[in-house]
């Protein structure tokens, strides 16, 4: 019994570890991924079943052949037989997964290939190859058909001769004629640096300097900054003009600078200039920028750029209105004027003509000019070219004339119409006072004020805004969202809280009571001046702040204009909250 109990038990380990072994083989071969596993498993789908159901029949048979053994040779092959078990679950669970896995990649390769299109554009590369190998043929037929049609010629050796050598005389040159389309660049863009941007403010500034070097040299010579300079310089100025010689005595100071700069550059200090030279100190480059920084740099950036090109945009909108006849008085200036040195040309010589161009440009540029800048009301009166230009509208100055005509003509109509409304008795101003109204209600209603007092003319529509109350706790009384309004004698803000039907939570200041104003920053992390204003009183500990004010600016001008005129007419007593 003991021998055959042992060739069934060496029967049972040998046989199910050889299943084991050949569906680790498959799952190695299906985890590569190879071109060959179709081909090596084309039933992949059905071989863990199979697998299975061939390790569980061997299962079955082989305890019954090791049934008549010892009860501890039973139980090691019950234990053999579990653990078994166990590693072609595990097996099975590894060939799951590696099925799941390849669905899952075909599904990407399905989806890549529809994509991208592959056979739609093969088709299309095929279609071209097939056109262009038919018009080769058609080609082929039609030079083929001419040549045998056409007469024999006798060879020209001399032609070919002369072309040659033209062809290597005069080849290089021809090639060079020949047209060409033009290649379009795409030039590349930089992405936003804040050391970058620090690095091109310095460049420019630096290229800018000998620009602004000779405005301001010309200018000190318009303005007699140095008497003895612009004298000299008159003289010469006028000496060559008198004899004709003013073109060539530009060209030669062109051609002494030329010599100077390359004095400059081989080594030479030579420094002269009328007006004397201001060192701006130098920052050194800072590396690393904070946040607040770069922002901050961006911002100024920003603001040069758009005053630069709001600058550029007047002077083009101004030369467009003065051709376009929008400003008849201004371009009937230039049209007389242009006709009458049309006529002077082509009547007088064009010595004579350059002799008195000459004599006017260096009795405008030294004398006038001068006399100009010297005496304003002079230059606002009679200096006709600066009186056109600054009369010259932009285009926003056209739309606000177009609307101010526009309001003009309607007023009227609005004005009959109103007047039967007024009851005998009333001013304009009071009926006005007591017309205007907010989104709750009438104005002096809201704020239990006098119907006299009305908003002003500059914030008829308030400024949105929050109060910031920092003597409250609570959360609700401590920041109010609301409209901020002035008076002629209070400063109101109406909350815009849906529960603040009454005016409870409004607050209404005695201009009078003001102790002190200023522009307020509310996070001073943030780069700027800030977007509020501080306001003390006596009855407040700390300042009220109105913040998260877009037009900060014009309500604090506002505010502070009326107030200071309050204040030089009558004396503080305190504030109402109401």
């Known amino acids: 019994m ?131 190998i038919d018009l080769e043929q058609k080609m082929n037929e039609v030079l083929k058909s001419r040549l045998e049609d056409s007469p024999p010629q006798p060879p020209r050796k001399q032609h ?47 290229g800018a300097r000998p620009v602004t070097n000779f405005l301001r040299n010309l200018s000190a010579l318009s303005n007699w900054h140095s008497v003895y300079t612009s004298a000299i310089a008159f003289i010469i100025y006028m000496n060559a003009a008198w004899h004709g010689w003013a073109i060539p005595m530009f060209l030669f100071l062109a051609i002494l600078r030329l010599s100077l700069n390359y004095l400059i550059a081989r080594g030479w200090r030579i420094q002269w200039s009328i007006v004397p030279e201001v060192s701006e100190p130098m920052e050194p480059p800072k590396e690393d920028l904070t946040v607040s920084e770069k922002f901050q740099l961006v911002l100024d950036v920003a603001q040069k750029a758009q005053n630069l090109f709001g600058k550029m945009a007047d002077v083009l909108e101004k030369i467009k209105n003065l051709f376009m006849w929008v400003q008849p008085e201004s371009t009937r200036k230039l049209y ?162 849906s529960r603040s039907s009454s005016s409870k939570k409004n607050k209404v200041i005695k201009l009078v009571d003001i102790t002190d104003i200023q522009k307020y920053k509310v996070l001073s992390v943030l780069p700027g001046s800030g977007m509020g204003i501080s306001i003390a009183t006596p009855s407040t500990q700390k300042p009220l702040v109105f913040g998260a004010m877009i037009h900060r600016d014009e309500a604090f001008e506002a505010i502070f204009t009326q107030y200071m005129k309050i204040m030089t007419t009558t004396k503080p007593p305190g504030s109402t909250e109401l």
Not at 43 to 64: F, G, I, R, T, Y
Not at 359 to 378: E, M, Q
Not at 385 to 390: E, F, G
Not at 424 to 444: D, I, L
């Open 2 to 132: 003991l021998p055959w109990s042992l060739v069934a038990v060496h029967h049972v380990k040998v046989k199910p570890r050889c299943a084991v072994l050949t569906m680790l083989k498959r799952l190695d071969k299906i985890r590569f991924r190879g071109p060959r596993i179709r081909d090596d498993f084309p039933e992949l789908a059905e071989s863990p079943p199979a697998s299975d159901n061939e390790c569980s029949d061997d299962m079955q048979l082989k305890p019954k052949a090791a049934g008549s053994g010892s009860p501890t040779m039973a139980a090691a092959i019950q234990d053999f037989q579990r653990s078994e078990s166990d590693r072609l679950n595990e097996v099975k669970g590894h060939l799951e997964i590696a099925l799941l896995e390849k669905h899952f990649l075909q599904e990407e390769l399905r989806k890549l290939r529809e994509e991208t299109n592959v056979d739609f554009l093969r088709q299309e590369l095929e279609k071209e190859r097939s056109r262009r």
């Open 160 to 206: 070919s001769r002369l072309q040659k050598w033209l062809y290597e005389r005069f080849g290089v040159y021809i090639e060079d004629f020949r047209f060409q389309p033009e290649e379009s660049t795409v030039e590349t863009e930089e992405p936003l640096s804040a050391k970058r941007l620090t690095e091109n403010m310095r460049r420019l500034k630096r």
């Open 336 to 497: 007389i004027c242009l006709w009458v040195t049309f006529i002077t040309s082509c009547v007088m010589p064009y010595k004579l003509m350059g002799f008195m161009i000459g004599l006017y440009a260096g009795i405008k540029f030294f004398i006038i000019d001068f006399l100009f800048k010297s005496c304003p009301k002079l230059r606002d009166k009679y200096d006709t070219p600066y009186i056109v230009w600054n009369s010259l509208p932009t285009d926003p100055q056209l739309k606000e004339r177009t609307n101010a005509t526009v309001s003009r003509r309607v007023q009227p109509v609005v004005s009959r119409s109103s007047l039967a409304a007024v009851p005998c008795g009333v001013s304009r101003e009071e009926e006005t006072g007591r017309s205007h109204s907010t989104k709750k209600g009438a104005f002096h209603e809201i704020f239990n004020l006098p119907e006299s007092e009305r908003p002003l003319a500059v914030c008829e529509n308030g400024w949105r805004c929050c109060l910031i109350n920092r003597d409250r706790k609570m959360p609700t009384d401590y920041i109010r969202n609301g409209v901020l309004y002035v008076t002629e004698n209070y400063l109101c803000f109406e909350s815009s809280s």
